[in-house]
């Protein structure tokens, strides 16, 4: 009920934006949900460095912000991945 009316208000966000922005709006959705839902937790994390195949990553420590933007696109990821599995 409330992603339809928050996706109409933000589509204009979204046309400027080919669509980048709903992915703030799935992590507000996301916040929502941990609100309204106590069992559900999303926190800051730090992902620590790593080395495969000569590719380093440095340390990468996360806020809670970008911990709920990170779940959002990794959600959107695997719906995506199921709907063209779907097809």
């Given amino acids: 009920l409330i ?3 928050l996706n109409i208000i ?11 922005f709903s ?8 916040y ?7 069992g559900i937790v999303i926190k800051a994390f730090t992902y620590p460095a790593s080395n495969f195949f000569g590719f380093s990553t440095p ?4 806020s809670t912000f970008f911990a709920f933007l990170l ?3 990794i959600l959107a990821g695997i719906i ?3 709907q063209w599995l779907m097809n």
């Fill in 59 to 62: 340390d990468l420590a996360l």
């Fill in 3 to 5: 992603r339809p009316i």
């Fill in 10 to 20: 933000t589509y204009p966000f979204n046309v400027v934006t080919f669509g980048v």
């Fill in 80 to 82: 995506n991945l199921f």
């Fill in 71 to 73: 779940t959002a696109a």
């Fill in 23 to 30: 992915l703030f709006t799935n992590a507000l959705l996301l």
């Fill in 32 to 38: 929502l949900l941990t609100v309204f839902i106590p």
